[in-house]
């Protein structure tokens, strides 16, 4: 039987040229684009044959060459009147020993088929399937980059208004910003870059589907990381985060180094870096506090910049409640409850808000048994037995046995006016001065409940 000489054609210099280009254009790997060409090479022999069980495709993939070869097998005579399948796959002894004395029945002869062969609907077809995989593996290429950014903050460029949703582009696809996704009252004009959050990357037959939102909690966190070197290499570490989108944030940050101060890194010098975040939000005003694992000092400083009497938080319940001064009251519960709505988001605690006033008239200190005496400028805490409370159950500003608002400085960082955290070690720090006492929330009892 005699031997093919299976070396590829030496003529690949235009495909492995456009191969190229392909590949540098579309990021599409060069074997991807050949495996294209071969199937498309063997659908291009089923339709012109009936089959292509019996075709081999010889590819050089170095050389970007290759050849078609159809194996027809030796029978002593052809059928009278051959089908078009019979025909691509037998050949009769005679015309076997034409081409090489040697065939015997049974034997394959290799023929080469040459593209121009293929009819015009066999190069369509052939075309069509080339088409197809550049389509797949663009897709592919595309959803794989951006379900790496999933969960990540990316940059997109606004272009146009689709009813109420807006359409970003983010480079090598777009993606749809829903109305619930956006922050109430933002407006966008096109070709505005904004910086969006990757909620989700799923596959579709027509191309990635990107979820991004402007209103994700994630989305602050993702940009104190890149404004916060000490969050970017974990030294400061983001617990908790609660947001309003467009009103205000609370955000709790703790530090594995003592040396460290995690509320000063987030403010910078001047307060640079938090406003860098606030302007990126567009004003969004944001508070930051310690974060700590007894809950009556996390709830303390959550309720920042009111400043707190007492704190009794119970652990299994996830309840707790809050005795503030008199005058403290409005701006612990903040404007339309705000404050204490945060609070109760970002601690996971549901927060019950009195004043001094009213825990006294309602028996709330005896309750508790706990002692408490008013006196000029000071209040103290004891307890039934005439000691102190103790942790985990009580705040008590001057006693100073829990958390002492008083008794460690305090910044705050607005976007016009900067922190002094860089001079002096924090408590806590806002983004914003605190809101005014309004008339309808002083002298009022809150309860907060966070989000299930």
């Not at 993939?61 to 025909?87: G, L, S």
């Not at 609070?343 to 006294?360: N, Y």
């Not at 001079?423 to 005014?436: G, I, K, L, M, Q």
Request: include cysteine; hydrophobic fraction near 35%.
């Amino acid at each position: 039987m005699r031997k093919l000489n299976k070396e590829p054609i030496e003529s690949g210099s235009e495909l492995k040229s456009a191969i190229e280009l392909l590949e540098k254009e579309k990021n599409i790997s060069k074997d991807a684009l050949l495996d294209a060409i071969q199937s498309s090479l063997l659908r291009a022999c089923n339709n012109s044959f009936g089959t292509a069980d019996n075709v081999e495709v010889l590819m050089d993939r170095d050389a970007c060459t290759y050849r078609v070869i159809q194996k027809k097998t030796v029978v002593e005579t052809m059928p009278e009147h051959p089908t078009i399948e019979e025909k691509a796959t037998q050949i009769s002894l005679a015309e076997a020993k034409m081409k090489d004395p040697g065939y015997e029945v049974g034997d394959t002869v290799p023929f080469e088929i040459k593209s121009k062969e293929f009819g015009r609907i066999a190069t369509g077809v052939a075309k069509n399937v080339i088409l197809q995989r550049i389509r797949e593996e663009e897709r592919r290429v595309v959803y794989n980059d951006y379900f790496e950014k999933e969960h990540e903050v990316i940059t997109g460029v606004v272009q146009r208004y689709s009813g109420k949703n807006v359409s970003v582009s983010l480079g090598r696809c777009e993606a749809l910003l829903m109305e619930n996704e956006q922050v109430p009252g933002e407006t966008f004009k096109p070709n505005e870059r904004i910086k969006l959050y990757v909620v989700s990357v799923k596959d579709n037959p027509r191309g990635p589907r990107i979820t991004v939102s402007r209103t994700h909690p994630e989305l602050v966190k993702r940009l104190f990381e890149q404004e916060v070197t000490e969050v970017r290499d974990g030294t400061v570490e983001i617990k908790a985060i609660a947001r309003e989108a467009g009103s205000r944030t609370k955000m709790a940050v703790w530090s594995k180094d003592p040396n460290v101060d995690p509320v000063g890194a987030c403010v910078g010098v001047n307060g640079a870096r938090v406003n860098a975040v606030v302007e990126e939000l567009r004003g969004e005003k944001i508070d930051i506090i310690n974060w700590d694992e007894n809950p009556a000092y996390l709830i303390e400083n959550a309720l920042s910049p009111a400043k707190v009497i007492l704190v009794m938080a119970d652990e299994e319940e996830k309840e707790a409640i809050v005795i503030v001064p008199d005058y403290q009251l409005s701006l612990a519960i903040g404007k339309e409850g705000q404050n204490a709505r945060l609070a109760a988001k970002l601690t996971g605690f549901k927060i019950d808000i009195k004043s001094e006033t009213q825990a006294m008239e309602s028996g709330l200190f005896e309750e508790l048994g706990i002692d408490y005496q008013t006196q000029e400028g000071s209040a103290e805490i004891t307890s039934a037995e005439g000691e102190n409370a103790g942790a985990g159950e009580a705040a008590a500003d001057a006693s100073g046995t829990e958390a002492a608002p008083e008794s460690a400085p305090e910044a705050e960082a607005a976007p016009d006016n900067a922190s002094e955290a860089e001079t002096a070690p924090v408590n806590d720090a806002s983004a914003a001065a605190p809101e005014e006492e309004t008339p309808e929330a002083a002298g009022a009892e809150a309860k907060a409940e966070p989000e299930t």
